[in-house]
């Protein structure tokens, strides 16, 4: 009896110690999610509890070289739902349906969607500030209009194949929306706030603003002036001549820096859903392939007076229309040749045969040296995505006929971003530059840059002396040769022009070319450098008569706005049948009536305006350059005595 009470007193305590340790180690527990844990816990139950409506960071604004705005955002909300707030969802979807553009059966789905919030796609994305003012005026429990923005591109389709467009959540889809989307896009921000299970607010619980941090703003090398001369120029060209596709790049030879670039036919980005992808898709200048033709001439010649094998002033080429290489007879675009004529002349005249000498006094592995020197065959590396590489022949394959229809532009395949590269490292002293479009990134608040581009030198292809001979024999093909239709009176203007067949099947098509011309000015220190090529125009089918036109007209414009003034030295244009000649208007100002009547040539005819014996203005200022024949206004005045006042003339008015 006694060995049983013991018993049982140990088993009661050791039922006490037992529930001892368990109590504190429930303290302990309890302590240590109390103390340690806590917060932590706490947090975690306020997140599960939080709901969040997104605010969307504004997408950075892209502007010229001047800081002029080519896209930007506007304020567009977008209807959120809560759908556990939400009392009677289908009465709420047949409120909003009208509203929105959805069916009820459509927002019925989405307002019953077991998610903390849900977006009221698509007629509730983007919509226009007249719309969420509606939306907002229902108070409709559970339904949210949050704070969102589209991009808007102000010039319609100007640069639209840089620029590119964006899609439905502001993401870039092509060009430099889509080069630069990462810096462009921003980090998105919120308010959050508690709620209970069925979605209400909980009592006494604020909002939590996180702000969205905006894009950084993004400065292109484009100038939008000289783009829209550049568009304008190449939309009158496609109204004229009703190509296939067209295209014209513009750049500063010195950096690389792309001042313009444009595709024909083109797209609003805007409105990017009402075109046929193929358009958007492709931005020809750094997309399409074709064989170059004449302009390609730039670089064989570029590499013969590097490597010394010809003197362009001193050395004759006798063209008697075509010439024999390999069993083949390739023929010079001038039926019967051009006859005797001097290397410079080859160059001016566009003569094919001598520069199929050219070709051969290089032979295959230096000219083709100096192609892949100047860019050929690879991508440039300008920051655009599908940028194409182009085709050459492999070496190995290149036999006499091969070599000689390269040496003037048939056979090998390029791009316009590639030609236009390359020949301004022919002019530009011989350094070829990588193309960029992306010039700088600047803070949307402080103003202040982020980063910016200088231009990348890739390698030194020519000599400055051999660039400088490239410059001049090129402004003689401007004065002098095919490229007659770019001079431009008062500045320099060197250029080459192409007319190459387009292939189709493994052979050429007969009646189907793709024109081109590519020009610089001025010419001893060039500033800026055109390409401009037209597939398939319809009539006539020449470089010179098609895209030159365009070219010049560029310039002109161009050139007095980059602040470029006339040159000295301009080679005399070479005139031919019909063209009108152009001549110096002189100093009028001082010269009675009957001096101008007695002196003046019949170059010009006179118009005045006035009383008086003596004049006092003109226009055209003295030294303009004129077509001859032109009209000479004359502003008419009293006699000078001396004394710096007029006075009275005796015979009154001329």
Known sequence: MQLSRIASRRRLYVALLATGLLFAALLARL???????????????????????????????????????????????????????????????R?????????EERLHELLTKRESIVRLQPGGRKISLEKARQVREMALPGIVVAEDNKRHYPFGSLAAHVLGFTGIDNQGLTGVELQYDELLRGIGGSVSYLSDAAGRQ?????????????????????????????????????????????????????????????????????????????????????????????????ITLAAALEEGKVDLKREFFFDPGAIEVGGARLRCWKKGGHGSQTFLEVVENSCNPGFVVLGQRLGKDLLFKYIEDFGFGKKTGIDLKGEENGILFRRERV???????????QGVSVTPIQQITAVSAAINGGRLYRPYVAKAWIHPETGRVV??????????????????KIREALESVVANGTGGNAFLEGYRVGGKTGTAQKASGGRYLPNEHIVSFI?????????????????????????????????????????PYLGVAPRQGQLEKKLRFG??????????????VSDLYEDLNMNFRLASSGKGDIVIRQAPAAGARVPKGSVIRIYLGDEDDGSGKSRPSPRGSA
């Open 399 to 409: 036999g006499p006929v091969e070599l000689a229809t390269t040496s003037f532009g």
């Open 95 to 103: 409120r909003l349906a009208p509203v929105l553009d959805m069916t």
């Open 579 to 592: 063209e009108t000649p152009t001549v110096t208007v002189p100093n009028l100002v001082g010269k009675t």
């Open 519 to 559: 020009g610089f000015a001025p010419a001893d220190d060039p500033r800026i450098i055109v390409y401009v090529a037209v597939d398939n125009p319809k009539g006539i089918q020449f470089g010179g008569v098609v895209a030159a036109p365009v070219v010049r007209n560029i310039l002109a414009d161009a050139l």
């Open 451 to 468: 980063a910016e581009n200088a231009p990348q030198l890739v390698r030194q292809v020519i000599s400055p002396e051999t660039s400088a």
């Open 202 to 298: 909980m009592p006494g619980a604020g909002e939590r603003f996180r702000p969205p941090k905006d894009g950084l703003t993004l400065q292109l090398t484009l100038d939008r002036t000289i783009q829209a001369i550049v568009e304008r120029e190449l939309d009158q060209a496609v109204l004229q001549y009703e190509p296939d596709r067209a295209l014209a790049i513009a750049m500063d030879p010195r950096t690389g820096e792309v001042l313009a670039m444009a595709s024909r036919p083109t797209y609003e980005p805007d409105r990017y859903r009402d075109y046929d992808p193929e358009i958007y898709n492709r931005n020809l200048p750094i997309w399409m392939t074709y064989e170059p033709g004449s302009t390609f001439k730039i």
């Open 31 to 93: 302590a240590y999610i109390q103390l340690v844990k806590g917060d932590e816990l706490r947090l975690r139950a306020e997140e599960s509890w939080r709901r969040e409506v997104p605010f969307a960071a504004r997408r950075g604004e892209i502007v010229d070289r001047n800081g002029v705005k080519l896209a930007y955002n506007i304020s567009s909300p977008t209807v959120l739902a809560i759908p556990a707030q939400v009392r009677d969802p289908r009465e709420t979807a």
